[in-house]
Structure formats: C-alpha cells, structure tokens
T-cell receptor, first 112, second 113 residues
Framework: QKEVEQDPGPLSVPEGAIVSLNCTYS??????FMWYRQYSRKGPELLMY????GNKEDGRFTAQVDKSSKYISLFIRDSQPSDSATYLC????????????FGAGTRLFVKA | EAGVAQSPRYKIIEKRQSVAFWCNPI?????LYWYQQILGQGPKLLIQ????????DSQLPKDRFSAERLKGVDSTLKIQPAKLEDSAVYLC???????????FGPGTRLTVL
C-alpha cells in the first residue's frame, strides 16, 4: 500500500462546477498537508498549506483535512478553464527530520 | 521576488552519456531539494540540502547520480552514466525550512535515448 493515494483521473467538469479532489494516506504521523497545482511542462506551485484538521479557505479554494479518517480534500468553487492542471497532494511527517511524500496527482480538465 | 531558476530546460542524450543540471534557489532559502518526476507520477525526492550539508540522500542512486551545493546557494545535479530509465523531469525546489511548502523551478526535461 502506498503511503499517499490519489486518483489519477482524468476528471472532466464543466466551467462553473465545484470540483472535489481527494487523497488518502496510511500513516497517522503526517502533520502538514499541502496541495500543489502543476500546469503542463511547469513545476508544481504551492496552493494550500494546512497543519490541523478542519478547513482552510483561500479565494475559490478550500482545503479540508480529516485526520481521523486519514483523508484530505481540495475543493475548487466556480471552476474555470484556467484551473485545468494536475493537482498534487503532499504531506509531511517528522521522523527526526521532515519527510514529505507527494501523491501521483489528479488531472483536471475544466471545459468552457 | 524571483523564483527558482533551472537550466537547461530540455536535454536529450544517449545512454551512457553524462549530463548536469543547474539550480539557483530563491534568495534566503536555506533548504534546497532535487526531485525526479516520471510522467504520471508525483515528484520523488532525490536529495535535500540544508545550506551546504546533505540532509537526506536516501533515494539518490549514488552509483550514477551526484549533487553538490557550493556556498549554500546554487546547486548542480549530475548523472553519469545515464540510463534509459533516467528519462524524467528533474525539479529543483527550495524552502525556508524543511516543514515549509516548497517553491519549485520549471524543471529540466531529460530524454535518454
């Protein structure tokens, strides 16, 4: 079992839809949770960074962490064609030094 | 604020040849990372530096890969000799600390023929 599981998609939605992207993890020691957006032929860009369980909102993006279920989500409201990209979840644990594991990414297509 | 710079952006070599990649992190970022991203996968950490020192190189294939970070700023990653399975995007990233989010460069796309 991988430490971080993420459905690769692709996920195709119409413009204006609410998008839900998810990751599950197996190690309860993960403490920090991140979402990155990666456009084709570009490096990943940090979108959201959260520490605790609960919700964090930034504009059209909401990150949700449920540590009891080992499940994190990213919601995108009023999705736009410019949101079409691969979304990577990442999470960090402290093993005497910090170790970060990335999910494989979910490809999202938002159709105009 | 300038981002993470990498060069070259693309490189095509034949197997058994050598190649080197360069990275200039965001100014003031003490932590620098090299990742390998194979198509359809998430980035995999190859090596992490804290200033000049190596923090984690447990997944670096040391028989063929080497990296250095001189003066705690720029870094180079070298592959010698390259194998077909090294074809990937090599991403450099930097951060203020190792629990912080990473800032990635545009990557170098390597094709080994």
């Amino acid at each position: 079992q991988k430490e971080v599981e993420q459905d690769p998609g692709p996920l195709s939605v119409p413009e204006g839809a609410i998008v839900s992207l998810n990751c599950t993890y197996s190690n309860s020691a993960f403490q920090y949770f991140m979402w990155y957006r990666q456009y084709s032929r570009k490096g990943p860009e940090l979108l959201m960074y959260t520490y605790s369980s609960g919700n964090k909102e930034d504009g059209r993006f909401t990150a949700q962490v449920d540590k009891s279920s080992k499940y994190i989500s990213l919601f995108i409201r009023d999705s736009q064609p410019s949101d079409s990209a691969t979304y990577l979840c990442a999470m960090t644990l402290n093993t005497g030094g910090f170790k970060t594991i990335f999910g494989a990414g979910t490809r999202l297509f938002v159709k105009a | 604020e300038a981002g993470v710079a990498q060069s070259p952006r693309y490189k095509i070599i034949e197997k058994r040849q050598s190649v080197a990649f360069w990275c200039n992190p965001i100014s003031g970022h003490a932590t620098l990372y090299w990742y390998q991203q194979i198509l359809g996968q998430g980035p995999k950490l190859l090596i992490q530096f804290q200033n000049n020192g190596v923090v984690d190189d447990s997944q670096l294939p040391k028989d063929r890969f080497s990296a250095e970070r001189l003066k705690g700023v720029d870094s180079t990653l070298k592959i010698q000799p390259a194998k077909l399975e090294d074809s990937a995007v090599y991403l450099c990233a930097s951060s203020l600390g190792d629990s912080s989010g990473r800032f990635f460069g545009p990557g170098t796309r390597l094709t080994v023929l």
